[in-house]
């Protein structure tokens, strides 16, 4: 858009200036929004105040009140797009001031927290998920731990998680999801992984030799949820190498982490025990399942299989 101050100033070399300075100060004049800006401020403003700020009421009334964020108009005549124009006074003269659009500001915000909450492998929508989508029948143990954790969180940086499980389709990764959009509604960032695909594809990382770049992107990130652990093919080296070495991780750094599984924390730690080739490793599988509820507290969710509703 061509500056209108500019424009407004190049009349006054021509011939016609008086003309046509009269008509532009008369259609000025016209426009509604300045005729209440105008009555509003009668007791502060005199006949010279209007003809010095001329230029700014000019450049007011040319452009649209909204935005393109706001307005359904193909064709919005704005100089700050994003921002309304608002008439003040400043000393002696009008001048304009700009506000940022709400809506450009609403969806600034979900913008943010969409880059605040990522994932992997879960489905877009389950996480659109919020608590006030809850059906709170048998939850109420899960929110208030989860209100607890966030305390906690805003006061020290610190929390400990939780060990959701429960029966398939009782809803745990739509309350994991949950949490991580109220984590982001408080400008926190968090990594919700689907504990099956993930493996699978740390396990392909191996021929790329990208294994430990995301190995130390899922162990290092702020509040980081597992979701479904014990659903994953269990080997030695899925059990010590990549998820022994994110919990090891993050219990010394004392990072938040949670969790969702099927399976209670003993049937957890009898499935980390058997290899697929049938070895038995009950200490290296108690050595995780101490990593996980030091960083998680287990809450059972019950109730019907949500998925078939």
Known sequence: MKP????FDQLKGRVDFRVRYNQIKESVLADEDVKAFLTEHQEEIQ??????????????VQQSKGCSYCLEEENVNVILDGYHPKLV???QSIDIEYSPCPVKLRLDRQKKQQELMKSMYIPQNVLQATFADLNVVGRQEVIQKVGQFLQSYDETGKGKGLYLHGKFGVGKTFILAAIAQQLAVKEY??????????????KNSLADHTLEEKLNMVKSTPILMLDDIGAESMTSWVRDELLGTILQYRMAEQLPTFFSSNFSPNELKHHFTYSQRGEKEEVKAARLMERILYLAEPVLLEGENRRHL
Do not use: A, H, Q, T
Request: charged letters at 30%; a neutral charge.
């Open 47 to 60: 006949e010279d105040m209007i003809n010095r700020s001329l230029n700014r009421l000019f450049e007011y």
């Open 89 to 91: 006074i400043k000393g």
């Open 189 to 202: 960032p968090s990594l919700l992984v689907y504990v099956p695909e993930f493996v699978r594809e740390l």
């Open 4 to 7: 209108i101050g500019r424009s």
